[in-house]
């Protein structure tokens, strides 16, 4: 049996379930927010990772803590974490834009695509350790 709480926000997706899934993902910089029922959030490969995590039993990448936030790695940030989904708590969220930001402005311009992804790849691996580095002071 399905409990489904009487205050369960309904599928921002499909707009029938009731919403088990919350997500905050940030998309062009700026920050976008989805409620998807566990059909949809199935569908788009969200709800689960390959470890078969849910975003509610998952922990924040970084430090461990409860997770605020998932959104799914990119091609250049899976050979680092080798997880499809990133998730991260809500000072983890902050502190990791914040420094991808920053390290994004020391990639030069006009490189081609694929060095453009060597670039990105190494970048992440540094942002990373810079979030964890930063978490632990
Ligand atoms: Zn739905
Ligand atoms: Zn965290």
Not at 84 to 97: D, F, I, S, V
Request: aromatic content about 4%; some cysteine; overall charge negative.
């Amino acid at each position: 049996m399905e409990s489904r709480p009487p205050d369960s926000p309904l599928c921002s997706a499909c707009g029938r379930h009731p919403a088990h899934t919350f997500l905050t993902e940030i998309i062009d910089g700026l920050m976008t927010r989805s409620s998807l029922c566990n059909d949809c959030a199935r569908a788009q490969q969200l709800a689960v990772d390959e470890n078969g995590v849910s975003i509610h039993e998952a922990k924040c990448f970084y430090c461990g803590q409860k997770v605020a936030s998932g959104s799914r790695n990119q091609p250049w940030e899976l050979p680092a974490r080798k997880l499809t989904m990133h998730y991260t708590c809500l000072r983890c969220m902050g502190l990791y834009h914040q420094l991808l930001l920053e390290s994004l402005g020391t990639i030069p311009d006009h490189l081609s695509p694929e060095v453009q992804l060597r670039h990105m790849e190494t970048l992440v691996v540094e942002v990373d350790s810079l979030v964890r580095s930063t978490i632990s002071e």
